[in-house]
């Protein structure tokens, strides 16, 4: 029988306590920098091997874990893990471990494989590779990678180059989640390593580290361990890759609108970077895709999010359809757990963005969920078949669904949770005395309870009671009100907690019946489902549109020589001062400095930012004549967007994306603005921005009723 590694370490720590110095899980799971989940997920198997091998391993339930041997045998226990890691068993006694071994073989191959080489390598029969490889095809298949068995050639896979590197990337960082801590891995002495990731040279990830390091500082990103593993891997491959001259050739068209998301100016940078230590001739797809890799992961510090979302996705108005859909399902009102949206749109973000572009994404506990909650499960995957049609997709995969049904169980658990507390008020004669007595007794006896407070007979108020939430009324005196209470002594004795457990019960089941109540008589606003927020929102976008269309600006701009001089330009288009110039013109510089502002579809920089000192969108075109050339480019013109910031840019972000997006997609659009003709521009601009009118009236009307309205 295997040990993992993990579970190796975790022997070798219980090895270095004697048996009556228990350990606890808390205490291994921060010397190896992982989860106390993490660890009770090895535990099976450390008990498993060690019994297997005639040795004690004891589990106390709040005590700790401990090898319950003599000196002597602990000594042996020793011996036997260090013989293990030098005689380990081969691959073929392991078929998990084989089939690990036949995977990373075949994705990194640059050429057929003989079926020899693999028989003779794992010292099995063709038969049982035959077995292997048809097992390692749904995995394959899964990244849209198709595995080839040609005859006299050998075994090989068949893909884009997208789809290796998906595969590379889930594939190491599984190897990692499962042999590694993560916890420390920023640490340089971690990375340098070089058993860390065989298959990333370690000088080429210790500097794509470094340069993801300085990213996050600079551009305020918040990565997870797992999401910053992910980020790691993919780029240090993207160098490897680059290197071995397998770029990225084969980018729909679709992903061009990511290039004004905030995440395409994360691409930059780090491409930047890549580029100026690893000497690269970086393409503009190889920074789009990036682009489109990292909006899959979750990057921003919650709440921070850009509101210009690709196609104006509504997030918060999709997860609160998938939400409701559940509702109706498990008929459990979710809304009443404050956390599940929130912590829901977050995911649900970059899980739209993995969608859109085809990511796969592994999911290690999956079977545990579909085993463990079928029902909830089942819901959700009812639930996020919302998505379909708004993405355009045939289904969400499992392992998505597994991810969004974490979330909908542990609401679930605090929602039963809150429906067992209940909150009671303590009366006495006086309000002192006795009543300290019986709340001793009440914290001492029913620790669950919430003790909102202490009043006397006389001070109790029915409405105040309802007001704030008080579910029973215990009183050390009998009392004549219209409330639920019940009359205890001031120690409780047997009868008094036969009734008050009683009396608990019935109460739990009303709320339970009130909740179901609520699923089924839900609450509806009006027969449109529109509410005064809406209207305002609507109204809001509706006035931006007007605004944006009556402050454009398109003309020829003087010689200029480069692009700071085009940058100065472009800051006094809208300026009427010296000051508001050079306001303008720091927003519009940094933002150039941050990530290069040049867009190889329209020849052109976009200079963009948001702006204190402006209360209405701006949106303008300058010719250059002569054209401006640099850095391997022609720059024809320059875009000049600027919104307001605050409050006012949760609807100018929108628009301003719409306007951008249809010049990605609208040919005709560009070329009347390329050729200065501001008249048919303008009328061409507000035909596509009342359609975004009226699809964004649609969309979230919809959204809030069936969540099938397709973006």
């Given at each position: ?5 993990r579970?190796?370490?975790?022997i070798r720590i ?5 048996p009556d ?13 992982v ?6 997920r ?9 019994k ?21 045998r602990l ?58 490889l ?17 005859p006299?050639?050998?075994?090989f ?47 080429v ?29 993919y780029?240090?491959?993207?160098v ?14 679709s ?11 994360v ?16 393409s503009?797809?190889e ?28 997030v ?32 649900i ?15 290690p ?13 089942k819901?959700?995957e ?9 993405l355009g997709?045939?289904?969400?995969p ?7 049904t ?8 605090r929602i ?11 009366v ?6 006795s ?5 001793e007794?009440?914290?001492?006896e029913?620790?669950?309870l ?35 209470y019940?009359h ?20 739990q ?14 609450e509806?606003?009006?027969d ?21 269309l ?30 508001m110039q ?24 976009l ?18 004549e002569?054209p401006?050339?640099e ?10 967007s600027?919104?307001?910031?605050g ?13 951008i997006g ?16 501001k008249?048919s521009?303008?009328?061409?601009l ?14 979230r ?11």
């Open positions: 029988m295997q040990l993992t590694p579970a190796d370490k975790i219980l090895l270095r306590f004697s110095s228990p350990v606890t899980i808390g205490i291994i799971s921060e010397e190896l920098g989860s106390d989940r993490s660890v009770q090895e535990l099976p198997t450390v008990e498993k091997w060690m297997h091998n005639g040795f004690c391993f004891v589990r106390k339930r709040s005590v700790g874990l401990l090898i319950d041997e003599t000196p002597e000594k042996e226990l020793a011996a036997l893990l260090d013989e293990k890691d030098t005689n380990s068993s081969a691959p073929a006694d392991n078929r998990p471990e084989r089939l690990t071994l036949l995977c990373h073989d075949l994705l990194l191959a640059e050429e057929p494989i003989k079926s020899y080489y693999f028989t003779e390598k794992f010292e099995i029969s063709e038969g049982t590779l035959t077995a292997d048809n097992q390692l095809e749904t995995w394959f298949t899964k990244y849209q990678l198709k595995l080839v068995r040609r006299g050639l050998g075994v896979i068949e893909g884009t180059e997208i789809a290796r590197r998906q595969a590379l990337t889930s594939f190491i960082c599984k190897q990692v989640n499962e042999h590694h801590s993560i916890g420390n891995l920023q640490d340089k002495k971690f990375l340098s390593d070089r058993n860390f990731i065989n298959e990333i040279d370690g000088e990830m210790a500097e794509v580290n470094h340069i993801l390091g300085g990213c996050q500082k600079q551009l305020g990103m918040q990565l997870s361990d797992n999401g910053y593993l992910h980020l790691l891997v780029t240090s491959l993207c490897q890759r680059m290197q071995k001259g397998r770029f990225i050739k084969e980018l729909k068209q992903y061009a609108e990511i290039s004004i998301q905030p995440e395409y100016a691409s930059e940078y780090i491409m930047k970077e890549l580029r100026q230590f690893f000497h690269l001739s970086i503009v797809d920074t789009i895709y990036m682009a489109v890799f990292i909006s899959g992961q979750r990057i921003w510090p919650s709440g921070s999010r850009d509101l210009t979302d690709i196609k104006n996705l509504d918060h108005q999709i997860t609160l359809s998938i939400i409701k859909k559940v509702n109706e399902i498990l008929h459990i009102n979710f809304m009443r757990d404050s956390r599940l949206l929130t912590e829901l749109s977050g995911h973000q970059p899980t739209i963005a993995r969608l859109r572009a085809g990511i796969p994404v592994e999911n506990l999956l079977k545990e969920f579909q085993e463990s909650y079928p029902s909830v499960y819901a959700c009812e639930g996020l078949s919302l998505l379909c049609p708004i997709i045939k289904k969400v499992a392992s998505e669904i597994g991810f969004i974490l979330y909908f169980t542990m609401a679930i658990e039963e949770k809150e429906i067992k507390k209940l909150s009671v008020m303590i006495c004669p006086t309000g002192i005395g009543s300290r007595l019986l709340t007794s009440l914290k001492k029913y620790p669950d919430d003790i909102r407070g202490i009043t006397s007979a006389f001070e109790l108020d029915n409405i105040r009671l309802q007001e704030e939430g008080v579910d029973l009324v215990i009183s050390t005196v009998k009392l004549e009100i219209a409330y639920p019940i205890v002594n001031p120690i409780l004795t047997r009868q008094d907690k036969i009734l008050l457990d009683s009396r608990i019960k019935v109460i089941e009303q709320k339970r019946q009130a909740q179901e109540k609520e699923i089924k008589e839900p509806v606003p009006s449109s489902s529109i509410c005064r927020k809406d209207v305002e929102f609507l109204s809001a976008i509706g006035s931006e549109i007007y605004e944006l009556g402050n454009i600006y398109i003309n020829q701009a003087p010689i200029l020589k480069n692009r700071d001089e085009i940058i100065s330009y472009c800051s006094s288009l809208y300026a009427d001062t010296s000051d050079a306001h303008l013109y720091k927003i519009l510089k940094d933002r150039d400095n941050l990530a290069d502002t040049y867009i190889k579809p329209f020849q052109a920089l200079l963009h930012g948001r702006s204190t000192e402006i209360s209405t969108s701006c949106f303008g075109y300058v010719q250059l002569p401006i050339y850095r391997g480019h022609i720059i024809r013109g320059a875009i000049v600027l919104i307001p910031s409050p006012a840019s949760e609807v100018a972000a929108p628009v301003t994306s719409e306007v249809a010049l990605l997609e609208e040919p005709a659009l560009l070329k009347a603005l390329q050729s200065l003709n008249e521009f303008t009328k061409q507000e035909e596509i921005l009342l359609r975004f009118y009226k699809s964004t009236v649609q969309t009307l919809h959204l809030k009723t069936s969540g099938a309205e397709k973006v």
